[in-house]
């Protein structure tokens, strides 16, 4: 009976259809590659800025009425009179809109951001935790909008209040010290503190991340919840005005954040032994 293996290597059967040669899963890439690899996602993120960009230019003055809000609320509250803003040169307004264009844009194309992100750091995934690119995207999206708005929403008229209210005229009622809101150092520290708290809140994102990939498990991150504190305590001071107030609206959700994140990493993380049963 004829032999049925496979063809010798030093030729193909004629009439036989031609297979493609099985190229290894994991292709390591080199240090240039990785960085044109991010250069070429960064080129995307910036193209799908573009129509947000442009939005929000044609939108520049209603948005600015919308970023300054809790600023004239807070100053309408203290009795300040009528809520005024400032600009030094003549181009700082037209400074001062571009950047609002370019903030706004970045944030409404944050989905695309995020998905070029995921294209970044996939091919170092499994298959099976590469299907799970659209709940990254949407996560990561909710939570670092929600983070800019809760910040807008809830720490600004905080903020704005107590900044303002140590204007007024001095105990020997000599000098009155009168609020100058200019608007780039505005702009600045409105649209720094809108990141801040959106990077903050993708804590639960990247938690969930690490514990899906078998980085960290629950147990360990229940372990490090208390210097969690004391590292939350330190970015609540650095990326906050120097108030309690405002370092407290930060810290609050730095921890309430943390913990969520534990109990993600106990369902969707490596399962971790009883010491007992050790």
């Known amino acids: 009976m004829a032999d049925d293996g496979p063809a010798p290597s030093h030729g193909r059967p004629p009439g036989l259809p031609e297979t493609e040669p099985e190229l290894p899963e994991d292709v390591p890439m080199t240090i240039w590659e990785h960085i044109g690899e991010l250069r070429g996602r960064l080129v995307k993120v910036l193209i799908g800025m573009i129509p947000g960009v442009i939005v929000a230019w044609i939108l520049r003055e209603q948005l600015l009425e919308f970023l300054i809000q809790p600023m004239t609320e807070a100053w309408l509250k203290l009795g300040l009179g009528e809520p005024t803003i400032h600009f030094a040169n003549p181009i700082d307004p037209f400074v001062a809109?571009?950047?609002i264009a370019i903030v706004v844009g970045l944030?409404?194309?944050s989905p695309w951001a995020f998905w070029q992100l995921w294209g970044f750091i996939a091919p170092g995934l499994y298959d099976k935790e590469k299907?799970?690119?659209?709940?990254?995207?949407l996560a990561s999206t909710l939570f670092f909008l929600g983070g800019a708005f809760f910040g807008?929403?809830?720490?600004?008229p905080l903020g704005f209040q107590t900044f303002l209210s140590m204007s007024g005229m001095l105990p020997a009622e000599t000098v009155n010290v009168q609020p100058t809101i200019m608007i780039n150092e505005y702009l600045t520290f409105t649209t720094r503190m809108l990141f801040a708290f959106g990077v903050v809140f993708e804590i639960p994102v990247i938690v969930s991340f690490l514990a899906m990939a078998g980085l960290v498990n629950w147990k360990q991150l229940l372990d490090f919840g208390r210097w969690w504190i004391l590292v939350a305590a330190v970015l609540a001071a650095l990326l906050t005005p120097p108030d309690v107030g405002s370092q407290m609206l930060m810290l609050i959700p730095l921890i309430v954040l943390y913990f969520l994140s534990v109990g993600l990493a106990y369902f969707i993380g490596p399962k971790v032994e009883d010491d007992a049963e050790a």
Request: hydrophobic share 60%; aromatic share 28%; charged share 10%.
């Open 152 to 156: 807008y929403a809830v720490v600004f």
């Open 97 to 99: 809109y571009l950047k």
């Open 131 to 137: 299907r799970y690119a659209i709940p990254f995207v």
């Open 107 to 109: 944030m409404l194309s």
